[in-house]
Each structure stands twice: as C-alpha cells, then as structure tokens.
C-alpha cells in the first residue's frame, strides 16, 4: 500500500482500533454497562432510538451554527475595531480577557432569565464561548503587519484605511480561517453546555434525560453524535482554509535562498 | 547649484518610556539630483532613522530636510523604498506586488482601474529589466531570495520616484548574489537616472555603487567624513579588485574602526 493511501486511511483505522479495544476491554473485564457501555450496545441504542437522537442533534446542529455565525459576524467586526489601533488594542484586552475567563456554564442560568428555557440561550451560549478566539486571531492578523511594508505604503502617502484594505485584511485571512476550525469546536460545547442545564430540545437534554432514566448507551450514543457533528464540522472548516488561503500554507514552503 | 536633496543640520531624538534615544545629532548631508550617495556607519547610529526622516515618516527635532527645494512635512510620495526583507504579499502574483504602490500613489490611484492594462505592460518592461521576464505571473514563494529583491526593487521604482531609498537592500543575500544585484541596480540607476540613498554597511557595496559616501559615526548619528569615489561610469564589476578600489575600502574601514571605538 502507497504511504499516500495509508496515509488517508489512518484515521478511520485508528477510530476504528480505538472501537475495538473498548468494545474488547468492556468484555474482557465485564465491564457493568451502567459505568461503560461497550461501542455494540452504544450502537445498538443508536438503531433503538434514532428519531429522538436525529431529532436532538439536529437541534444542537442548527444552534451551534447559529450561534457560531453570530460569532463570525461580531468577531471578524471586533477584531478589526481591536486591530485596529494600538490604543483599542491596549484598552479593550484586559476586558476581552477577563470576559473569557468566565466559565460560560456560570452565565446560562441569566440567559435563561433573560431568554427563558429553549434555544437562545444555547445559541447565546455557543457565541459567547466561541467569538473570543476570533477576535484574538483577526486582531493579531491586523496588528502584525510588517513595520517596514507599512513604511513604504505611508511613504507613499497611503492612509491607515489603504493600508488596513490592501495589506492588513488579506494577510488576517490565514488567522481568520485558522480560529474559524477552533471556534466551531468550542461552539458546540457552548450548546451543550446550554442545552444540559436549561433545554427542552439537543443533544445536551436528551442525555441529561437519559442520565435521569439510567440508559447510560444512550447517553454515550450522544456524546458519540456530538463528536461526529464536530468532527464534520472541523473538516468543512479545514477545506474552507485550505480553499480560500492556501496561499499562506505554500508560501510557508518558499524557494528561498 | 541648488541640491536636491538637502539634510540640513538635523537632529532626532526618540521619546522612549526611559529617557529618550539620540538617533541623529546636527546631521547634514545634500545630494545632487541623479547622484548616487551611500551611507555607511557602525550598526546602530541611525541609519534607518534617516530612512524614516528623508520619505517624511517622522519630522525631525531641529533642522529641516528639502527635496527638489520644498520642506519636507509629510510622507514625500515621490520615493521609492526597498528593505533588507523583500517584504512581498504573498497572497499576490509578482507583477500585482510591483503594481502595489500604483493603488495608493496619485495621480496613479485615480488611473489605475481604467489603465490597468497599460500599467501591467509598464510593470512587465521594468521587470524584464531585472531580469525577470515570464516572473510576472508567479507567486512570491516560487522565487529565490535574490529574485525576490529584483521585485522589491520593481516595485519600490514602478511609480518612478525621483528618490530611491534603500535600507540594505542586499545584506541577506550570498556574496554571488549579491554581486549580481548590484549590477542591476548600477543598471537600473544608469538606465532610469534617479536619485540614491544606500544605507549599507557593506563598505565594498558602498565603494562599488555610489557617486559619495557619508560615514555615520556611533549613536547619536553625526556626520564623520564624506569620500568621493573617483572611478568612471559605466563601472564594470571588475573595478572591485583594483588596487585604488581596495585602498579606499580599506580607508573606510579604518575610519569606521576609529568611529567604533568613539
């Protein structure tokens, strides 16, 4: 077998290696089903209840893209604002940070307050957690700009806009797409988050419901959804970067000398 | 004569956080237009302070700076500046880098859109010029460090500045390299006739290009001694390994042996 098709197969391998040792180590060990359900019981829920879970992750799905859309648009927007200029940068980080620093789990039960129980406070709760790497990434982009290059655009008599236009935006891309596979991971733990304290719908309530009712391979089939959404999800994003910038993944790789 | 160039008795001084850093003290040097002038110093007197001076980024403390006998107040836009990094966007083609400064540059800008044609045409003659014709189309990364100078180079003289300044264009480069670069910018020079400040540090660079060269001493920046270079133009490369070459080369570097020592 050519490396190149190793290569693209490891991953389903290792997944599924991954599969068969837990499935071997529950029957090995007999293991209790309600501590660990082995991946053929976690499988067969799967087939047992695949409406509610369809239905449930759908759910999730379209919150988590919701949410995670709002924390594009405001992202891209403050990233700029905080790129921008040195001062903005200086004065609005320390809040940004300590923004971040609080646990989000903390400020579902005021949206729910604010929102009441449903979806907007899972949607609220996927931006809030994932517009932060956004912004940290644009603002780097813009505010990395090559002293020098900046010199000669200024020289010439180009203004901050000009500069910003012609060399600050394009050059943000590669950090914009990058942050985009990592918001859209912490997106979905927003959701979640959200949706196992205060939901009626998702992924999140339907193993809450599950945990309450002792079917613990319905459960795990949530939590094993959840990582395939992700997974997908990440995978859409990493094209996207690779389709839009791959400029910057070559350019890595220069002639030199 | 008046100059066209003029550095008038400048001094600069950079407000740190902890005290400020004398970069310049009552610097004075002028140029004639079409004159080639090297500046050379020990690192850290200022140079690159000159750079910023000269284009109109940062005003001086005392003394004045005029270009073609105007004062110099704000960004001069009649010069073209090339750095030790080639600086390229890598997300643009070689020829959409030179063409760069034609977006922000009047009376280009307003053009450019409607002209574009003719300016990719100008874009592609001063690129062949240096010896990179069929170049025009390709990315940044697929081009060698010297190559990627040539098109600093281009586009640092593709709205044709009467002023060209260079902040050691060339001291990233191999020796062959770097040989081979400077016949193309004594090329460029003798072809289009601008004015040339070279900041370098590389004495034999300095000796081989320019018309007059103006040794810095240590920080703060003052003016130590100009030398003329007596050679004729045309200059073949040839001209480094004669005796009289070697001799001045060898009084520089005395000199700035002496100015290090302070």
């Known amino acids: ?257 | 004569m008046t100059a066209f160039v003029d550095i008038d008795d400048v001094t600069l001084v950079y407000k740190g956080a902890n005290g400020g850093v004398h970069a310049l003290d009552r610097f004075s040097v002028s140029l004639q237009k079409g004159e080639f002038a090297a500046v050379v110093g020990p690192s850290g007197c200022g140079k690159s302070s000159l750079m910023k001076l000269v284009t109109g980024l940062v005003p001086p403390d005392f003394g004045k700076i005029q270009i073609g006998g105007e004062t110099v107040r704000g960004p001069v836009k009649m010069a073209g500046m090339a750095f030790q990094n080639p600086n390229l966007l890598p997300w643009r083609k070689v020829i959409d880098n030179v063409l760069l400064p034609l977006e922000i540059v009047q009376p280009h800008r307003s053009r450019f859109r409607r002209e574009k044609e003719r300016y990719r045409e100008e874009a592609r003659a001063l690129l062949a010029t240096v010896g990179l014709d069929g170049f025009a189309e390709r990315f940044p990364w697929e081009l060698s460090g010297g190559m990627q100078q040539r098109v600093s180079l281009c586009r640092a003289l593709i709205h044709s500045p009467a002023l060209l300044m260079l902040d050691e264009p060339f001291a990233a480069l191999d020796a062959f390299t770097r040989e081979e670069l400077w016949c193309v910018l004594r090329d460029l020079w003798e072809k289009i006739g601008f004015t040339v400040i070279l900041v370098t540090h590389d004495l034999r660079e300095a000796t081989f290009l320019a018309d007059r060269i103006h040794m810095m001493s240590a920080r703060p920046g003052r003016l130590v001694m100009t030398k003329e270079i007596p050679f004729p133009r045309p200059r073949p490369i040839e001209v480094c390994f004669e005796p009289a070459f070697t001799d001045i080369v060898h009084e520089l570097r005395a000199k700035i042996g002496e100015v290090r020592k302070g």
């Open chain 1, 1 to 257: 077998m050519s490396t190149n098709a190793m290569e693209r197969l490891s991953p389903w391998l290792f997944t599924l290696g991954m599969f068969l040792i837990w499935e071997i180590v529950c029957r090995a060990f007999k293991v209790d089903p309600f501590i660990l359900p082995a991946p053929s019981q976690i499988f067969v829920a799967m087939g047992q209840y695949w409406w509610p879970l369809a239905k449930n992750s759908f759910v999730t799905l379209w919150t988590t893209l919701a949410g995670f859309a709002l924390a594009v648009a405001f992202g891209i927007v403050l990233g700029i604002v905080v790129g921008w200029s040195r001062a903005i940068y200086r004065g609005l980080y320390p809040v940004m940070i300590g923004f971040n620093s609080v646990p989000k789990v903390a400020v579902v039960p005021i949206l729910v307050i604010w929102f009441g129980i449903g979806e907007i406070p899972a949607i609220l709760t996927a931006f809030l957690i994932s517009f932060f790497p956004i912004v940290v990434n644009v603002a780097t982009g813009l505010s990395t700009i090559e002293p020098e290059l900046e010199d000669v655009l200024r020289a010439l008599g180009a203004k901050k806009l000009d500069i910003m236009l012609k060399i600050g935006i394009p050059r943000t891309q590669p950090y914009l797409f990058g942050s985009l596979k990592v918001a859209i991971t912490l997106a979905f733990v927003g959701t979640v988050v959200s949706e196992t304290i205060a939901a009626n719908a998702g992924l999140g309530f339907l193993m809450v419901q599950a945990g309450s009712n002792f079917q613990m391979p319905l459960v795990f089939a949530g939590l094993l959804l959840l990582a395939a959404e992700g997974i997908v999800m990440y995978a859409i994003f990493a094209y996207v970067e690779s389709y839009f910038v791959g400029w910057a993944f070559r350019s890595s790789m220069s002639a030199g000398g």
